[in-house]
């Protein structure tokens, strides 16, 4: 099979070697597994989430029913590509790209690995040495599958099951995504960087995680997603799943910019052992539609979660972010910061559940979810859920959607700022808990896309 | 054919149609509400007994089993019943536009009508009207239809009592309050078997609505749902609730405020204690709309669950429309009683139910404070009441 798929409106093309795309059916699946080589246990959880796909209804509080054709769509498109370990050997117009994220310059300077995938599969893949030395693995999914197949089997679809409709699809048709495994009593004290890039219009992008982080390790992980504007539009579902053994430390930060062209699935979920930590930080600032509500499983006693995210929905584009902690174990704790900006005619949703369960002594969780509404077109929602089945767990929600604040804009003014420049100061203020979350290179390069943005947008 | 038989015969075609719920609760829970339980109470064939009647307030208007059994003359109050309503035109369309129904429980509701009552207050009462709704029947679901409008310009205080010791109370209470007219409500209901409530109040311009709602369950089930349209500009609603489960009831209040008037000011707050292996929900929706320019939008929740089984949850619901829609914030809390203050309680001797009595005691008194005077005397004779249900002590 060779097709070609246009991948930009300026007439850049961009060839993929092998591309399945046709009415979702277990050849389908076959012809995917078979690519890759995998073993029967794999093919057999494919089919089997499959059925599941099939059977699950449409998740009703989507508001996307009818826009998914997933018959117009590449489900699997492997790039004319290969997996390299220099940017020197990238083909010219995807080393610009990456150069112009500056992937390659913060590589040199500030993480401990980069592995980048391109629709559906990774094409650069590095590890530095030292990190590599320390018995950390960092690859792409097809490979750890069939070099540890053991591991595999024992976390990949089970932090995060197929339980409904996008996981059962993401398990069927998963491609690419990154494998890392730290062993016990490991300090990664740099940040791995998993890139993401979808080069083309109409390809369904499924990729799959998993991060196991074994006892009293640490690891942060960076994971960028982008997309130049499309002719058409493309679909992103992933799953990242981490399983955060006793005692460790899990930084999660998604950067996701992408472009307009792009509808988003994201759905991450960890699960905490005694004393382990797992922390999100997610910045949504492109696509369409986007829903990402990180999930993590509090089992074990004294584990804890911090969730800051960030929603920017601008023009007609719909985004959704939130939470989902489970408490299962005493003295476990969860602390959620999530902000939400519309301007321009967009809705900007919060949609959370805390659930603390009986037996849950003394956990504890604090939400504060604030959306501020940017002119008279935008709209801002928030649905967050809390049940407490504890009688000595305390959880405690609060919330503030409106407008800037109107004070401190008239200051700026006086002290000689423009109408534009006092917004985009007081807005980017509105995210400093988050921004103060981000390693500094990339709190820099994400304010400078929160005030393009902002600017651009207003103006 | 009078209006009640319109409005039964309209809804008996609903009846099948209709589910309880379409759409899930939450992720976890299909149904806050065991909506089966409602299945369990018969549709009343025959007119329900008249069973004697002790309550501690002296209605103006009595319901006893959802039929009307007792109404008072009072000055500035005009009161129709059933067919009486079909001799105004004006009214008749009234009641009949204030008839909704969303899903199977109001479809059976309204298909068993057993009263329809319209109160129109048109000048200031001398004293609180006061209307009471008492259930004794086994087994039976008993609806009633309310229809309350204040006219312009006009104050009124009301207290709504009903207490239900045996069967379904069925209660469907549709609202509005005139321009610039005041209207300041004292709701208690409180449930030995089930009950469904569904009050509706809407606020025209510069009018102003002060609710005080006690809602317990010590039965099966409770569905207490408030609907507010604060519609007028400068319209303002003030709202503050304690809801009571205890034994192994199931509680869930519903609350939507929904502004709409320029400079609207909608605040709705519930307190709500969830005793022994109950189970508690308080929901709240607050939307500003597109039109609410300037609004402000409070909604808050908070839960003490204060047994060894219980459960709270609290879902606290904001949609702002529109960036010119003012401001909203809501906030929601379920967190047992601080360890610190039940040790210095339990030190200077208290036990651990009479430590209850005094949180419960404390809530409603508090609750009490926010009345005004007119309301104050019967507030006090129903929270005597309410606190014996309330604190296991002897029936009363």
């Not at chain 1, 062993?183 to 998993?194: A, Q, R, T, Y």
């Not at chain 1, 400093?432 to 820099?444: Q, R, T």
């Not at chain 2, 034994?247 to 519903?254: A, G, P, T």
């Amino acid at each position: 099979m060779r097709i070609e798929i246009e991948s930009s409106p300026n007439g850049n093309r961009r060839e993929c070697e092998v591309v399945i795309r046709g009415r979702l059916s277990r050849d389908i699946v076959e012809e995917i597994s078979k690519l890759k080589g995998e073993p029967d246990w794999m093919l057999r959880l494919r089919l089997r989430a499959l059925e599941l796909f099939e059977r699950h209804p449409w998740p009703k509080w989507l508001p996307l029913k009818g826009e998914i054709d997933l018959e117009s769509l590449a489900v699997y498109a492997r790039p004319n590509v290969e997996k390299v370990k220099s940017w020197d050997e990238l083909p010219p117009d995807l080393k610009r790209q990456f150069e112009s994220l500056k992937i390659p310059e913060l590589e040199a300077k500030a993480l401990a690995g980069v592995l980048t995938q391109v629709d559906s599969e990774i094409i650069y893949e590095k590890l530095k040495k030292e990190f590599e030395r320390l018995g950390i693995s960092a690859m792409s999914m097809d490979e750890a599958v069939k070099r540890y197949p053991d591991l595999v089997k024992r976390y990949f679809a089970r932090v995060l099951p197929p339980e409904y409709k996008f996981a059962a699809l993401n398990v069927a048709l998963w491609s690419g995504g990154v494998f890392i495994y730290v062993p016990p009593n490991v300090k990664v004290d740099l940040p791995l960087e998993f890139v993401l890039f979808i080069s083309a219009a109409n390809i369904g992008q499924f990729e799959h995680s998993l991060v196991i982080v074994d006892e009293n390790s640490s690891v942060n992980l960076i994971l960028a997603c982008t997309a130049p504007v499309l002719k058409g539009e493309s679909i992103h579902v992933g799953v990242t799943e981490i399983y955060a053994h006793k005692g460790s430390r899990v930084k999660i930060i998604g950067i996701k910019n992408w472009s307009e062209n792009i509808i988003y699935l994201g759905n991450a979920r960890a699960i905490a052992e005694d004393n382990a930590k797992v922390e999100f930080v997610v910045g949504m600032l492109g696509a369409r539609f986007s829903a990402e509500y990180p999930s993590v499983v509090l089992r074990g006693r004294g584990s804890s979660t911090n969730i800051f995210s960030v929603v920017f929905s601008s023009g007609n584009t719909w985004k959704e972010e939130g939470v989902k902690i489970f408490h299962s174990a005493p003295e476990t704790r969860s602390y959620v910061i999530s902000k939400g900006v519309a301007m321009n005619g967009g809705t900007a949703v919060y949609r959370g559940t805390i659930y603390i369960t009986r037996g849950s002594k003394h956990a504890t969780s604090h939400v504060v979810c604030d959306s501020l509404i940017l002119d008279e077109k935008s709209r801002a929602i928030s649905i967050p859920h809390e049940q407490v089945l504890e009688e000595t767990a305390v959880a405690t929600h609060e919330a503030y959607a409106g407008r800037i604040n109107e004070e401190a804009l008239a200051y700026l003014r006086m002290k000689g700022l423009n109408e534009e420049e006092a917004k985009s100061l007081v807005t980017l203020g509105y995210f400093e808990d988050i921004l103060s979350n981000l390693p500094f290179e990339y709190a820099s390069l994400f304010k400078r896309v929160l005030e393009l943005k902002i600017k651009g947008e207003s103006a | 054919m009078n209006v009640v038989d319109r409005i039964k015969g309209r809804a008996r075609a609903l009846v099948d149609a209709l589910p309880y719920q379409e759409l899930r609760d939450s992720p976890t829970i299909r149904h806050y509400t065991d909506w089966n339980t409602y299945e369990r109470y018969n549709d009343p064939i025959v007119i329900p007994p008249r069973v004697n009647v002790v309550i501690p307030i002296a209605p103006d208007i009595l319901i006893v089993n959802g039929v009307l059994a007792e109404r008072k003359a009072i000055s500035g109050i005009e009161v129709l019943a059933n067919g009486d309503i079909d001799e105004r035109d004006f009214i008749r369309t009234r009641v009949e536009e204030s008839t909704r129904i969303s899903n199977r429980l109001q479809a059976r509701h309204f298909a068993n009508l057993l009263s329809c009552i319209y109160v129109r207050i048109f000048e200031k009462p001398p004293r609180p009207l006061r209307m009471a709704f008492y259930y004794d029947n086994p087994g039976v679901l008993m609806p009633t239809h309310l229809v309350l409008d204040v006219e312009r310009n006009v104050e009124a205080y009301i207290t709504l009592y009903g207490l239900v010791r045996s069967g379904c109370m069925s209660l469907t209470i549709d609202s509005k309050a005139g321009d610039g007219s005041r209207m300041d409500v004292m709701a208690a209901f409180i449930a030995e078997d089930s009950a469904y409530t569904l009050l509706s109040i809407r606020a025209d311009d510069n009018s102003c609505v002060n609710m005080a709602v006690i809602g317990i369950s010590k039965g099966s089930s409770m569905f207490h749902m408030e609907e507010y349209y604060v519609l007028g500009s400068n319209a303002m609603l003030n709202r503050n609730a304690l809801c009571i489960s205890l034994e192994k009831s199931r509680l869930h209040e519903v609350t939507e405020v929904r502004c709409r008037g320029r400079d609207a000011k909608g605040k709705s707050k519930s307190f709500g204690i969830v005793l022994d292996e109950s189970f508690l929900v308080i929901e709240k929706n607050g939307v500003a709309e597109r039109s609410a320019y300037n609004a402000s939008l409070n909604v808050e929740g908070r839960v003490l669950p204060l047994g060894k089984r219980c459960v709270g949850i609290c879902v606290p619901k904001i949609d702002v429309e529109s960036g010119i829609a003012g401001t909203a914030r809501h906030s929601s809390a379920i967190a047992p009683l601080e360890e610190d203050k039940l040790a210095y309680l339990r030190l200077k001797g208290f036990t651990e139910e009479e430590v209850r009595q005094l949180i419960i005691y404390d809530v409603m008194d508090r609750l009490g404070d926010l009345l005004c005077e007119t309301l104050k005397g019967d507030y006090l004779a129903i929270r005597d009441l309410a606190l014996q249900l309330a604190t296991k002590q002897t029936k009363p």
